[in-house]
């Protein structure tokens, strides 16, 4: 079975701070690790993927097998990245994406 | 290159009825999934169709079911509506290189209330 846990449901951080949306997952197989982020009143939309290893926004999250993490970072959070953030898990056999329940990020002024 | 189309946008219906929700890929894209959201579940996998053909089912009842048509659109059909039904039922797309690559384009979601 394939899990993906957001520890987070809510995570608070002043603009210019740091920033990191927790992500760990469980699978059995080679993972395929995703990060949507769904901004007020738009559609959900991929930030990164795990294999493209690009900074999208300023965001990077990097692949810790050893942990199973797929933690997503911002060195300087703006008020702009206020948004709900998905991590997610492709099953690429299955066809299948698990997805955690979501961190809501707010960045205050 | 227009987006993942999703119809109707909202609806209302009484328990007991059926619902048909259709999704339009972006164009090229050859698998679709579904996936319900809800504030106490957050995004359910519900199946995944590519090529017409069904790959996986989510942990849903018969009572769901969809289907894929050769130009690669959409639909899902939820029948014998109950309350707990009500949510917002999203479409995604996803590119094919040669298979799917996981990357999905989601629609705005079609809004289901279930009266």
């Known amino acids: 079975a394939q899990r993906v846990t957001q520890p987070e449901k809510l995570l608070s951080v002043f603009k210019g701070a740091p920033v990191e949306l927790k992500c760990n997952y469980s699978?059995?197989?080679?993972?395929?690790l995703f990060w949507y982020v769904q901004y007020s009143r738009q559609r959900l939309q991929l930030l990164l993927r795990?294999?493209s290893r690009e900074s999208i926004k300023g965001f990077t999250a990097d692949l810790n097998k050893g942990e199973t993490s797929f933690h997503l970072k911002k060195p300087f959070a703006q008020e702009e990245d206020s948004a709900m953030y998905y991590c997610a898990l492709y099953n690429t056999n299955a066809g299948k994406s698990t997805f955690g329940d979501g961190t809501t990020l707010t960045v205050k002024p | 290159k227009a987006g993942v189309t999703q119809t109707p946008r909202y609806l209302i219906k009484t328990r007991g009825q059926q619902v048909t929700l259709s999704c339009s890929p972006i164009s090229g894209h050859r698998s679709v999934s579904w996936y319900q959201q809800t504030p106490g579940q957050g995004l359910q996998f519900l199946f995944e169709?590519?090529?017409?053909?069904?790959?996986n089912k989510g942990n849903f009842p018969g009572r769901f079911s969809g289907r894929q048509f050769s130009n690669s659109r959409s639909e899902m059909n939820v029948s014998t509506l109950e309350l707990g039904d009500s949510a917002l039922y999203l479409c995604?797309?996803?590119?094919?290189?040669?298979?799917?690559?996981?990357?999905?384009?989601f629609g705005e979601g079609s809004r289901l209330t279930v009266l």
């Open positions: 995604a797309s996803s590119p094919t290189v040669p298979g799917p690559t996981g990357e999905l384009f």
């Open positions: 699978y059995s197989g080679s993972p395929e």
């Open positions: 795990h294999i």
């Open positions: 169709y590519f090529s017409e053909t069904q790959r």
